[in-house]
């Protein structure tokens, strides 16, 4: 597998990993936030969003229809989905594309559930690997205590329940997230992951991410065309801030 | 003189079973009683045909049948249905979809099935889901790995009938041709009869080619229902019988 700068696309991704409640979807929105203010092309994906699959997977999670092969199987159709009609060609636009999960979430989440491993890495053998893959390692128990605080009510899957941990779908969380963050650390070295201190403060890491991506891309490369205009994702447009002119000095 | 009829019953015992490539997680392959008989080939090759009459001969014999087909999942067949109709999926995609479907078939129809002790008889396998892909330019040792989660069947007849002789037989059961079946999405002619006769060609020559890998039966489909259904049977019969 090669990265999107060996394949020779103009364009470099850039994914976040770890943990449910390891910061990382508030690390990714940030980094996006200053490419977009920077005026540079980006493109952000999420796991499990293409819309095509997604009544199928909904349907199939609601009724608890799956195995571990067949969660494999959906996802991989999912991210497949994503990575044809929207990865590859704004990558091939020369877009920097930020990526909430990518192959790694599969790689570790379908081991955990008992797939072999290799079949999975081959079910994933078409995606090219991200430039740069950050990975927020956050202490199991700081990430459970994010996610278990409030005493949300735990999907099935996402509780790992279908590997019958435990019958309690919270104690059954704890051991499936231990789990999965032993799978992450052990790929970790193989596939570069930039490992940040997911227990810090918010702007600490921020800057980290900021600094490593100016370091590791050429920003510049990225740049919108001046016109037309940047103008903010329409989802991400906050309400019109009151402008008050100042006085002229 | 009349025999009994129960002992005209074989009873089959289990044989050893095996999975293409990595398999499913957690199936016990031990003590599959059952057989799994796959007919291969292109639409108006005869498939449905032989399955029914396989059916009757063998509910005939005492033997329980299920069957399975592609496309026929609980979990995605809606849904792959819609995608297909729109033609919005691409290749990695679909083949994915396709292989969730097949996935789903086997884990609850196929292997209960073969636990159960029944024959299950299979329209089509991954041989056609892999041709399909790979006559669409899809990597051919991908398609292996996806599909090592696949049962190898006891036997696997493929009905070989030339494309000049299915465009007769689409035209007389439908009077069009299909879109998928014509290969209209490689954009190999404009012409929809020039595509299916391509495609067909393409497809018959790939499937010689995994005929090779997966050393299945290539039955000539041009003879009548009944000659080549006593071919199947007597086949069948000897898998039943443990030979």
Redesign the interface.
């Given at each position: 597998m090669k990265t999107f700068a060996e394949l020779n696309f103009p364009g470099r991704l850039v994914a976040v990993e770890g943990l449910d409640g390891s910061g990382k979807s508030t690390q990714i929105y940030l980094l996006k936030r200053w490419l977009e203010l920077e005026g540079l092309k980006v493109y952000f994906s999420e796991w499990n969003s293409s819309e095509?699959?997604k009544?199928?997977t909904s349907k199939?999670k609601k009724r608890e229809?799956?195995?571990?092969?067949?969660f494999s199987?959906?996802h991989?159709?999912d991210f497949?989905?994503r990575?044809?009609?929207h990865l590859v060609p704004l990558l091939r636009a020369g877009y920097i594309v930020l990526c909430d999960r990518y192959i790694f979430t599969a790689f570790a989440r379908d081991v955990v559930?008992?797939?072999?491993p290799?079949?999975v890495r081959?079910?994933y053998?078409?995606a090219g690997l991200p430039d740069l893959t950050f990975f927020f390692k956050a202490d199991l128990e700081v990430s459970l205590h994010r996610i278990l605080e409030g005493r949300p009510q735990l999907k099935y899957f996402e509780a790992g329940m279908d590997l019958r941990l435990s019958t309690d779908p919270y104690e059954s969380f704890r051991i499936f997230q231990g789990r999965i963050l032993e799978q992450y650390l052990a790929m970790s070295t193989e596939f570069n992951f930039l490992v940040l201190d997911a227990n810090q403060l918010v702007e600490k890491q921020q800057a980290v991410v900021r600094q490593l991506v100016a370091q590791r891309l050429d920003l510049s490369a990225f740049r919108r065309a001046e016109r037309p205009p940047p103008r903010p994702t329409p989802s991400l447009r906050r309400p019109a801030a009151k402008v008050v002119e100042e006085p002229v000095e | 003189m009349r025999h009994a009829p129960q002992n005209q019953i074989v009873i089959p015992s289990p044989t050893a079973r095996r999975f293409y490539?990595?398999?499913?997680?957690?199936v016990d392959l031990e003590n599959l009683a059952g057989r799994l008989i796959v007919v291969e080939g292109a639409d108006g090759s005869g498939r449905s045909t032989q399955i029914a009459m396989l059916v009757e001969w063998l509910e005939g014999s005492g033997h329980a049948t299920v069957q399975v087909g592609l496309k026929r999942s609980?979990?995605?067949s809606?849904?792959l249905e819609r995608?297909q109709e729109g033609n919005?999926?691409?290749?990695?995609?679909l083949?994915?979809?396709y292989?969730?479907d097949f996935?789903?078939q086997i884990?609850n129809i196929i292997l209960p099935g073969l636990k159960a002790g029944f024959v299950v008889l299979a329209d089509r396998y991954i041989y056609t889901l892999m041709a399909r892909d790979m006559v669409r330019g899809m990597?051919e040792a991908?398609l292996k790995?996806?599909y090592?989660?696949a049962l190898e069947p006891d036997a696997v007849f493929y009905l070989n009938v030339p494309p000049e002789e299915l465009v007769q037989r689409s035209f007389a059961k439908n009077t069009a041709l299909d879109y998928w079946e014509s290969g209209m999405d490689l954009g190999l002619s404009r012409d929809m009869f020039d595509s299916f006769m391509k495609y067909q060609t393409t497809m018959q020559q790939t499937f010689r080619h995994l005929q090779t890998t997966y050393g299945f039966t290539i039955v000539d489909g041009m003879r009548g229902a009944e000659a080549i259904n006593a071919d199947l049977r007597k086949k069948i019969s000897a898998i039943l019988a443990g030979k």
């Open positions: 095509l699959v009544s199928a199939a229809l799956l195995t571990p092969t067949t199987l959906i991989a159709t497949a989905d990575y044809e009609r559930r008992g797939c072999p290799e079949w081959g079910l053998g078409f | 490539g990595h398999g499913i997680p957690g609980t979990l995605v809606e849904e995608a919005i999926l691409s290749r990695s995609t083949s994915l979809f292989a969730t996935a789903d884990e990597d991908w790995n996806l090592g989660i």
